[in-house]
């Protein structure tokens, strides 16, 4: 069956440099990948989607990219500042609406 | 323009009690989701519904665990004879349901204990 990863548990960056996110995926690739930011005790929110037919994808200071052939897709925020610290879950959808998530990345920007 | 709606916000049962959580989309959303958050767990899928249709429970557990969205008023997910392990936050989510529209849209949530 399908899974998703994202690598890292936890990561910590300075304040002003870009935080890089990964996430990869098995077996087929979805035909939308979405990032969603999640606080302590609240429901996630929707940051940025990417279609399988797109390579990049930007929203202000953020950047998702996608790799049909590495099957991963990266998610970048760049000048990133403490406000910016919180968890950062991938997710997938296909035809099928309903999202299958990683189990996140723990975003810190220390001042 | 509200958001997606939960209540409560938190919710108390003792083992074998039912439990009934409250959704309310966002305004000329049609479709509604539900996913459960265990401790130290991603989020994952339990059932999508658009209005009066189950379109996929395939997440749901057979026993116990009911969903509806009817035609007027809030999508409600019920718990029957809850159990410890059922204690986790409950994520509504809605989607317009039409076209490319694929992001989804979260509720709050609702914090579920089993004392």
């Known amino acids: 069956s399908q899974k998703i990863e994202q690598n890292s548990e936890a990561l910590n960056i300075q304040e002003g440099k870009t935080a890089t996110l990964t996430c990869n995926y098995t077996?087929?690739?979805?035909?939308?990948l979405q990032w969603y930011r999640q606080d302590p005790g609240r429901g996630p929110v929707f940051l940025l989607l990417?279609?399988?037919?797109?390579k990049e994808k930007r929203k202000e200071r953020l950047k998702v990219t996608f790799d049909t052939t590495l099957k991963q897709s990266l998610f970048h925020i760049t000048a990133s500042q403490p406000a910016d610290s919180a968890t950062y879950l991938c997710?997938?959808?296909?035809?099928?609406?309903?999202?299958?998530f990683g189990s996140g990345t723990q975003l810190t920007v220390l001042p | 323009n509200a958001g997606v709606m939960q209540n409560p916000r938190h919710l108390v049962r003792r083992r074998g009690q039912e439990a009934r959580l409250r959704c309310s989309p966002m305004?000329?959303?049609?479709?509604v989701y539900w996913y459960r958050q265990l401790p130290e767990e991603g989020l994952k899928f339990m059932v999508y519904?658009?209005?009066?249709?189950?379109?996929?429970e395939s997440g749901m557990p057979k026993e116990r665990f009911s969903a509806e969205f009817p035609k007027e008023g809030p999508s409600i997910l019920r718990i029957q004879q809850v159990v410890r392990g059922d204690s986790a936050a409950y994520f509504c989510?809605?989607?317009?349901?039409?076209?490319?529209?694929?992001?989804?849209?979260f509720g709050p949530g609702t914090r579920l204990t089993v004392t």
């Open positions: 989510a809605s989607s317009p349901g039409q076209g490319e529209s694929y992001e989804q849209y």
């Open positions: 077996n087929y690739s979805p035909a939308y």
């Open positions: 990417i279609r399988e037919n797109e």
């Open positions: 997710a997938f959808s296909g035809s099928a609406r309903q999202l299958t």
């Open positions: 305004k000329g959303h049609s479709h």
């Open positions: 519904l658009q209005k009066e249709n189950i379109i996929d």
